[in-house]
């Protein structure tokens, strides 16, 4: 019951009792959250908050259908997974539709994002016989060991575990700050963008063809289709289809973490992957976050030869991966998305945020650059436009701002913490965007002349 919480107790019993080195949004000022509906989240005092970061929450807060799935589950059977559920080949089926004709035709559940790809490693290493993995720059792919000394985010950051011998670090094919950047007026010239997603191409093969002069081999290659934590980069078109080609021909597979950008978060496609059309189809495709709409649960899905290979003589199983309660979430998910049109909805969103957001950067200097697609869009804040040097402490403040007198939730993130993201349920609508930009419209008029 909101009125029953004591925001100051509570933080203090949290204190004394919680891991002091677990993450929480707003540290200064944590948020509390005593219910969520749809795209709003309420605090301690039932206030209500646009939420504009919760991608986890898929198809809205407590969505009822997701809920009735769920709890029609629970009390009909929470089994282990050795025993054999019809939901879980419902749901396989389901998922596997997503990506028909591609080859793509096997399924493994688990229940994180981080397990799914330290399947997908492992996967990828069975089948290759190789052992090393190429990940990009600012990469985040999980919290567990094998997934952490996959992350630059973490391992470049003065974390306990760090980058191991067997991983390649290549270059983000960020074309607005990376290595092969481009001129503004060329970050929409096509002709320029397939130039850098070449270069970028090019620099995994060099990595490739350099480690095996030393005696090494690549098994994988891992990145997201879009890549969220690293600041919400577009790959050019043609990038992803040429680094395949590269990988191939040196014995390795492509694996696409769709963590985050999956179920329809770019908009009419459902996998991030198939944003370019060009045909690119992943070896081994990780998912999990949006999946369950909250509730814990991910899945690895590849071709069956790979599938196969699978740790020898030993078996695959993963207590909770894949039991009928996630199971059920997963299908009330799937329903949502199609009953309710959200593939179109994102679409045509992404259209709307495009519009209002190239709008907001006409009027404000410091958004160096505005880039996304559907309900995964990323505001680049920059102290001043030619140098592209990152604004993080506008940021930060702004967020704050935008919380503490607009009632809105936003996050910023990205290699330096310059990066406003967007990733709002998928039920976020036109009347929430027009609010948010106004919000923001507002905080920065008031902010930005002072960073
Ligand atoms: N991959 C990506 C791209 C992620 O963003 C995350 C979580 N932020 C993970 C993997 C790990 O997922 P989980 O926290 O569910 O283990």
Redesign the pocket.
Known sequence: IPSLIDKADLLNKRKQTIGSKCQIFYQNDPFVVSRGAMQYLYDENDEKFVDCISNVQHVGHCHPTVVESICRQVGMATCNVRFVSPLLTQCAEEILKTVEGTGLDTILFCN??????DLAVRLARDYTKQHDVVVLDH??????TT?MEMSPYKFDHGCTIKQPEWVHVAPTPDVYRGKHRLSDENLINDAALHVAGQQYAQDVKDILVQNESNGRHVGAYIA?ALQ??GGQIIPPKGYMTSVAKHIRAHGGVMII?????GFGRIGDKFWAHQLHNDGFVPDIL?M??PMGNGF?V?AVVTRKEIADSLGGAVGYFNTYGGNPVACAAVLGVMKVIREERLLDHSKQMGILFEKELNNLQSKHECIGDVRGVGMFWGLDLVTDRKSRQPATELALALIMKLRQEHNILLNADGPYCNILKYKPPLCFNEEDLKLSITALDTALSELETKF
Request: charged share 20%; hydrophobic share 20%; glycine share 12%.
């Open positions: 994180s994002g981080s397990e799914a790809n990469a985040y792919h999980g919290h567990l997934t997201e969220s934590c973490d769709e963590v985050q950008t990780t999990g976050k814990p991910a």
